[in-house]
């Protein structure tokens, strides 16, 4: 945990150090002798400078955190303030001041507006705005906590410390109330700089992730919809209605996210979100607007978008096609009006009409074949990139299966630590109100990015495979275990300690498994223990994926 510095001192002191101490040294300032217990206790305090020398006895101890001293009269030694001015989220924040500058969550505190209404008083003594932003993240992190429980686990060793002002961890109910008195701004505007410092880190990073074509490479991204189930309260429902159902009798009410994600780190570069509607096409087009009016800056003309065969409309992807390129599956009931003879990649030129316009696209037709067996369907692409030397249809091709690592995968892996996660086990937001859902989700994105950004660096200063199908080459984000890093991550806030290269390492050490080839008839999004799981067409092949292209080249 960080802390702030001491000007007069001899030797810099930071909170996770380790002080060795002639046990002999150590004595109680109280003139009494004794300490008077966790009531009214003192730290002890040390005296003399004598050299430590071999077979000594010494106590070595870990600085907690680095602050004023209180005196009492009776000589009691406490440290000023409490633990909320010291507390931080260690290795999380480690990276974002790396990337985005020091202080970012104190300098949102400062500039929130609280709701006075639900602090006040003793509330307002137990936490503080910046203290409860991180609370708030690392909730996101901790599935099955409550919020004191976090609130315990952000404070770490702090709460041993004999404090001039006595603190205990806040009730619940005090959490709710600060929750609501800081609404979702705040974590909205933390979840704007978080994502505005993966970007940056992407531009000084090019070589890390995938690229298609060779005079004009292109960064390849993907988007897609998903749903998280939200709390049956009354306020929930009203909002964001439920799936499935036209008399909205589902059993959760549900909120539909639309994130947009670079396909070879997972990195989330925007996350709009909305109701999530009866109909899933309409919600989603909805949401691909609120992109392309409300995240302008994300989308660029050095990027290709992949995306499924939920159909957007002609309308919508000419309005992309104006602003970055797009590489999208087509449903077999939409119609094309070609344009031009076979060309020499085995694509040809098109018309796609609707929503009143018209527009040009390339298209892509296509067979994939496993160990012999054969897709049941043609596979059917359409491209805004109409340079078919540059973006060879074999490329653009194989370049589609990277939609599921961008969207599914990344989804599944930032899921993993939601409330609930799964196939309809539950609620995965904990919130019973649209404004603290809204809270949530900006929290839920920004412990998930800020994670993958300490993963992004585990990758860059891990060591290479020495033996393996990646032996000698450097290691990518996606070779390592976001899961084990939220762990680390985990133990790290816990323990207060800041040794971020240290931290960064043991991530480094556990390698996943990745581009193993393997195919099934049919994707499964989460983990089934059901028995039907087995079935035959749930069987996993490994071998690689044979591309057939279904035109000839003329």
Known sequence: MSSYPVPDAAVPVSAGMIVAVPADLLATPLKSGRDLGDADRSALVTGGTERIRTGGTVVFCKVVAVAGAVVTR???????????????????EDWLDAQAGPG?????????????????????????????IRVLVLWTLMPEAQLSDVIIALAGDLALLPWSRRWHPASERACLDWRKALGP??????????????????????????????????????????????????????????????????????VRLFPLNNCLTRSLLAMPWGPAGSDKTASEQRLLGAVMQDYGHVLGEDQVWVLDRLWHGTGRLAALARRTHFLARLKSDIGLKRTSVTLPDGSYRAEISGDGITMEVRVIEYYAEVEGQEAEEMFC??????????????????????????SETALREAKAPLHGAGPGTG???????????????????????????????????????????????????????????????????????????????????????????????????????????????TVTRIAPAVITLANTPA
């Open 74 to 92: 009776d000589g009691q030694v406490r440290a000023e303030g409490r633990p909320y001015d010291h507390a931080t989220l260690g290795p999380l």
């Open 104 to 132: 970012a969550i104190d300098g949102i505190a400062e500039r929130a507006v609280l709701d006075t209404r639900h602090v006040k008083g003793r509330y307002r003594r137990l936490l503080a705005a910046a203290f409860m």
């Open 185 to 254: 701004a705040p974590l909205e505007e933390l979840q704007a700089i978080v994502l505005g410092a993966a970007a940056g880190e992407h531009r000084e990073h090019p070589g890390e992730f995938l690229t298609a074509g060779t005079r004009e490479p292109l960064a390849v991204n993907s988007f897609d919809g998903s749903l998280l189930r939200v709390p049956d309260t009354p306020a929930n429902r009203a909002a964001f209605g439920s799936v499935g159902t036209a008399d909205d009798s589902a059993a959760w009410p549900c």
């Open 381 to 406: 692409l359409i491209t805004s990139l109409l340079d078919w030397e540059d973006y060879p249809a074999i490329e653009l091709a194989r370049l589609y299966k990277w939609r599921w690592d961008g």
């Open 427 to 537: 609620a995965m937001l904990r919130s019973g109100s649209p404004l603290l859902i809204a809270q949530e989700i900006a929290a839920w994105a920004v412990s998930t990015e800020m994670t993958r950004g300490v993963t992004r660096c585990a990758a860059r200063a891990a060591v290479p495979a020495r033996r393996g199908r990646r032996a000698g080459q450097p290691v990518r984000s996606r070779d390592l275990s976001l899961t084990r890093a939220r762990r680390l991550i985990l133990a790290g806030i816990r323990s207060g300690v800041t040794g971020y290269k240290a931290l960064t390492r043991e991530i480094g050490r556990f390698r996943n498994a990745c581009d193993r080839d393997r195919h099934r008839a049919r994707k499964s999004k989460s983990p089934s223990t059901f028995p039907h799981a087995r079935l035959k067409d």
